[in-house]
């Protein structure tokens, strides 16, 4: 085998060895990774803020200051809000549990009646409705173990806040970039600030609407509810259906399958709205990335760092295409990752 072939499996071996390494550093070290990450977002998140209050020549210090006691201030109402509605829920879990058995069973002999024959006993063995409805309470009680690092992670964000100004001008120096030529950094900063800052907005919003929506019909547990739609907004394609799973569930519990249909139109009225008309006005063109790899990138960051990874899939997934994007030999990888093949990066 000559050189020139050799040179190239070589280097991508060595590339493929490499990757295993730092994932399984990250993965072993996710105890640290995952609140660091946590507190990266919520800077990125917050920037925002500080600039827009320093155009009216509040100071930087101040500015953070309040930053952060609107964070811990309206953390722990919210905390406690979705800490008794939790408990309250778990405590009612085993009714819901058997009403929904009780209602599955009713659906199963309706169906028999018109020759649609199911074997009660196997779906059950395979599939247990109510699980959807735990599911809810594991995903905030991961964010919640997340969130007892909470002094680190307040400490972390103040510290980023106060530096956030000189980082992109530290970072083009330690590239040997002086003269701010590198544009991927400038670009890579400008996307996800513009991401995470509208997300955050269109995911309150997403939230406070579902909630409203959930009290006008009187559902059980509507805060926990909109808290989850809040949360799971951050997660591409499949957030919005995680989180109408248990509020459905719930309402078909409660008054029947016309409220649940109800509810479930709600959810379906309000990510329409947010995720086809309001986001993408918001956004422009979006990230850039295809739906498959969008999906998969789930997956992947969610498995490496649990729920948090799937929180920020997407900005994490957008770090790696603009890293690729850098180097002529890995463009190729790139486009692969972007939408209809787009080489540009959008959100510049």
């Known amino acids: 085998m000559s050189m ?3 040179s190239p499996i070589a280097k991508a071996l060595l590339v493929l060895a490499c990757l295993v390494i730092l994932m399984a550093g990250i993965k072993a070290a996710s105890t640290i990774m995952v609140p660091f990450f946590l507190s990266v977002f919520i800077a990125i998140a917050c920037s925002p803020i500080i600039h827009w209050t320093s155009r009216f020549g509040v100071p930087k210090w101040l500015s953070i200051t309040l930053v952060i006691l609107l964070i811990v201030v309206f953390g722990f109402l919210l905390a406690g809000l ?3 509605s939790m408990a309250e829920f778990k405590e009612n879990l085993p009714e819901y549990r058997t009403k929904l058995d009780t209602e599955f069973a009713w659906i199963v002999g309706r169906l028999a009646e018109y020759n649609i024959h199911i074997n009660r006993e196997l779906i ?3 599939l247990d409705p109510s699980t959807a409805m735990s599911m809810a309470t594991n995903f905030i009680s991961g964010m919640g173990g997340v969130l007892s ?3 680190l992670i307040l400490l972390t964000v103040i510290f980023m ?3 956030a100004d000189s980082i992109p001008r530290r970072l083009h120096i330690a590239l040997a ?3 701010m030529k590198l544009k991927h950094i400038d670009r890579f900063i400008r996307s996800v600030n513009s991401y995470l800052a509208i997300k955050t907005v269109v995911s309150l919003a997403t939230g406070l609407i579902i909630g409203t929506w959930l009290y006008v019909m009187e559902i059980d547990h509507f805060m926990l509810w909109a808290v989850l739609a809040f949360m799971l907004n951050y997660i591409p394609n499949i957030g919005s259906i995680i989180a109408a799973l248990p509020a459905v569930l719930i309402a078909f519990v409660q008054y029947g399958a016309a409220s649940a249909g109800f509810a479930a139109l709600g959810f379906v009225l309000v990510n329409t709205i ?3 008309l309001v986001e993408p006005r918001l956004m422009g063109r979006g990230m850039g990335l295809s739906t498959l790899v969008v999906f998969l990138s789930l997956i992947f960051w969610g498995w490496l760092l649990g729920t948090v990874g799937m929180l920020l899939s997407v900005p994490l997934t957008m770090v790696v295409k603009i890293a690729l994007e ?3 030999e890995s463009k190729w990888l790139a486009v692969l990752l972007s939408s209809e093949g787009d080489k540009t990066t959008p959100l510049a």
């Open 4 to 6: 020139e072939l050799r």
């Open 82 to 84: 979705v800490g008794q």
């Open 124 to 126: 059950a063995s395979h």
């Open 149 to 151: 690092n909470l002094f």
């Open 161 to 163: 806040l106060f530096e």
């Open 177 to 179: 970039d002086p003269d």
């Open 274 to 276: 947010m995720g086809n």
């Open 326 to 328: 850098s180097r002529e």
